[in-house]
């Protein structure tokens, strides 16, 4: 079965950086187009990041273009997010996601089958 699973949320203080990882199984990873996506207390989920199978392109939303870098290790079956420059605003709980089409490019517009638990991250002086 298809399993994802996150890792690498913590404390960190503003202006700081933290290296989330998702660990996926179960499915040929390497076929798949991937992203992340977070949700604030009190908000609704929000997508962060995209990249497709093969690592050529990735995706961001504009709150996070510049700080945070996707990238994939297809040999490890593990997609990660580099925050950098964090603020507190991107206090979340933080999803990656496997997109449900083997097409798909890991847009905020692409069908999402799969999702990890959740790694949290909060940001704080």
């Known amino acids: 079965q298809v399993q994802l699973v996150e890792s690498g949320g913590g404390l960190a203080q503003p202006g700081g950086s933290l290296r989330l990882s998702c660990a996926a199984s179960?499915?040929?990873?390497?076929?798949?187009?991937m992203s992340w996506a977070r949700q604030a207390p009190g908000k609704g989920l929000e997508w962060v990041s995209g990249?497709?199978?093969?690592?050529?392109?990735?995706y961001y939303a504009r709150s996070v273009k510049g700080r945070f870098t996707i990238s994939r290790d297809n040999a490890k079956n593990t997609v990660y997010l580099q925050m950098n420059s964090l603020k507190p605003e991107d206090t979340a709980l933080y999803y990656c996601?496997?997109?449900?089409?083997?097409?798909?490019?890991?847009?905020?517009?692409?069908?999402?089958?799969?999702w990890g638990q959740g790694t949290q991250v909060t940001v704080s002086s």
């Open positions: 990249i497709p199978s093969d690592g050529r392109d990735t």
């Open positions: 179960g499915f040929t990873f390497s076929s798949y187009a």
């Open positions: 996601a496997k997109v449900r089409l083997i097409d798909a490019i890991g847009s905020p517009t692409d069908e999402y089958d799969y």
